[in-house]
């Protein structure tokens, strides 16, 4: 007795491996690939400019990476204490405009030095209503609680939306040729317009995206909407809030993506670096004790292992902590 409508996930034409390069942009939900991505070490680079929800504010930090923008202190703004950029979430904010600047730049460096060698682009949408600042005429990635006088809120059009990303995906492909951009739509429910504002805004991205589709190469989709709405199909999948996703069903989202795009040949692989992070974030009841020495010399040995295969995965921040660990 089958209890599911299973999604069927298109087969790429390509895989992703530990050579690849990656960055993911958009809402939380990226976020949360993003992360574990970054728990399998994998060459991953998450939201340079923090957590943004709408199409034009991704299109927005698009722009800054491929122009390789710096900001200075006059593309901040100062409200209720904190120095702010319109562009970024409030992790970037801060009480000290250089503080806010060096955190800001330093990102935005990175993504930009990366833009050339990327193999995968990961956009997820997460809803098509905006803010455009009225004074600045621009859509903002966050408001940082400026009065909402300032502000006019709107939904997108597919037009504007298909337009905007037609000409951004050729800049990016005229960067880099071989650049494959994946979108996804955040299942994670937008309620502030009601269930129908949802539905709308949501079937909005949807088309936006089967149109850019048509229109473009080298585009692929993943429909996570589609699987916590029709696979899971039940409230026991999202968090206290019935809005948002639980981590049980983030768990069975990345399932899905994993074994639809990433190469097979680096499963095992995947599965050790999982042991040696669970084995660090163990906590032992006595650091010191022979059981636990043992282990923590089992673990350098099996980084070391993995180093001389794998030299591009990152293992420092683990290697400091299990060289602590054992004296050494």
């Known amino acids: 007795m089958n209890l599911q409508t299973k999604i069927t996930i298109a087969a790429p034409d390509f895989s992703i491996d530990y050579n690849s390069k990656l960055m993911m942009l958009g809402s939380c939900f990226a976020e949360n690939m993003g992360s574990k991505f970054s728990y399998y070490k994998f060459d991953v680079d998450v939201n340079p400019c923090g957590i943004i929800y709408n199409p034009l504010s991704v299109a927005n930090v698009l722009r800054l990476i491929i122009d390789g923008k710096r900001f200075e202190k006059e593309d901040l703004r100062e409200n209720a204490g904190k120095w702010v950029s319109l562009y970024h979430h409030g992790a970037f904010s801060s009480s000290d405009p250089d503080e806010c600047l060096h955190r800001i730049n330093e990102r935005l460096e990175k993504a930009t030095g990366e833009l050339r060698s990327l193999d995968l682009l990961v956009i997820t949408w997460g809803t098509a209503w905006v803010y455009k600042h009225v004074r600045e005429n621009m859509v903002v990635s966050n408001c940082h609680k400026i009065p909402s006088r300032e502000f006019e809120r709107y939904r997108l059009s597919l037009e504007d939306i298909v337009t905007e990303y037609v000409q951004l995906i050729g800049r990016l492909r005229e960067i880099n040729p071989g650049l494959r951009v994946l979108f996804t ?65 983030v768990d069975y989202i990345w399932e899905r993506f994993l074994y639809s795009f990433i190469s097979p040949d680096v499963l095992g692989l995947m599965n050790r670096i999982g042991r040696i992070n669970k084995g660090v974030a163990h906590r032992p009841f006595d650091p010191k004790s022979g059981d636990y020495q043992r282990l923590v010399k089992k673990m350098q040995a099996e980084i070391a292992m993995i180093s001389r295969s794998f030299p591009m995965i990152d293992f420092s921040e683990e290697k400091e902590k299990l060289d602590q660990l054992s004296g050494s």
């Open 185 to 249: 739509v955040s299942p994670i429910r937008h309620w502030k317009d009601g269930a129908h504002g949802n539905q709308l805004s949501k079937a909005t991205l949807l088309l936006a995206i089967d149109q850019l589709r048509e229109k473009l190469d080298y585009l692929y989709y993943f429909p996570a909407y589609e699987i916590v709405l029709d696979e899971l199909r039940d409230y026991r999948f999202y968090a206290d809030d019935m809005l948002h996703v639980s981590g049980f069903t």
